[in-house]
């Protein structure tokens, strides 16, 4: 695992200059493949060359990259096990960075604190997967399953609460009670921005009920993919928090805003005792499991 985030991190350093520099995306993926854990040198330089940000934040990123780089080069010396969290963190720091260089000049919104959200939803998957498979469905074998389930299910479909992004590894079907847990998520943070004059914005889910074909593929280019996955009981769905989908003509509001407006209404289910949730950094999603 450490391995593997030390190649991400590395990769993304190098893939931030290339693109800098024009190269194609060819040439890109060429380069990262041939990279060698034993030549990867973190070069500051690449983190703060961040022309969307001022002068002041680049010094301040900066900084915060030479201090996160000695604190790994320490961790790797000592064979810390915290290494493996330190890069996990760096990657996800320029993730957010990403977000916010995206929306470049969007307007901001006052939201409330809750902390790393990583340790704020961090329900595990076998607290998730015992009332999954309390309340939720059978686990599915094929499309033709779906008419034979234990308990209904209520198939979902774009509306003005969410919309429901295009599904590769997974089924448009919940439970009811998840199905209504959705709609109540999406309808808060509408509201909820709108009341913050950030406009009109819709959730949006990118995956929802899987069979145990589809996650034995995810698990082999996804490492957030369990073979247990609670996404089988129909009790779970992941909403993006990296894109929103504006209604209308609204003007634009920061990314890392409706991120950390979204985690206000996931709080505040998880503190009703409506659901679980789950904080994923490497595919950037809330993983959420309804338990009532």
């Known amino acids: 695992m450490l391995r593997n985030a030390l190649k991400t991190l590395s990769a993304i350093c190098i893939l931030a200059a290339m693109a800098a520099c024009g190269h194609s995306s060819s040439e890109k993926d060429s380069y990262a493949e041939t990279i060698s854990l034993d030549e990867w040198q973190p070069d500051v330089a690449l983190f703060a060359d961040r022309p969307e940000e001022s002068d002041s934040q680049r010094r301040a990123d900066s900084i915060a990259d030479e201090e996160m780089i ?5 961790a790797l ?58 309340i939720g469905i059978t686990p599915i074998s094929d499309v033709r399953s779906l008419y034979r389930t234990r308990r ?55 995956s929802v009920l899987r069979t145990p074909t589809t996650v034995r593929k995810l698990t082999r280019i996804n490492r957030n993919a369990v073979s247990k996955s609670t996404h089988q009981y129909a009790t779970t769905f992941d909403i993006t928090y990296t894109r929103f989908e504006p209604i209308g003509d609204s003007d634009p509001t ?31 999603c809330f993983h959420i499991t309804v338990i009532q």
């Open 254 to 284: 920061s990314a890392e805003d409706l991120k950390n407006v979204l985690a206000e209404v996931l709080h505040n289910l998880r503190a009703q005792g409506r659901c679980l949730v789950k904080f994923e950094r490497k595919s950037p």
């Open 70 to 74: 000695a604190k790994i080069d320490t």
């Open 77 to 134: 010396v000592n064979s810390s096990p915290a290494a493996d969290s330190l890069i996990e963190d760096a990657i996800a720091n320029e993730e957010n960075r990403s977000i916010v260089g995206r929306n470049a000049g969007a307007g901001r919104i006052y939201v409330r604190s809750l902390g790393r959200l990583a340790d704020v939803f961090n329900d595990s998957n076998h607290l998730q997967l015992a009332h999954a498979e309390r």
């Open 152 to 206: 209904p299910i209520v198939k979902v479909e774009t509306n003005k609460d969410f919309r429901v992004d295009e599904l590769t590894h997974s089924l448009p079907f919940l439970v009811p009670e998840a199905e209504r847990l959705l709609h109540d998520i999406g309808r808060s943070f509408h509201d909820s921005v709108a009341a913050r004059n950030g406009g009109d914005y819709r959730i949006i889910v990118t």
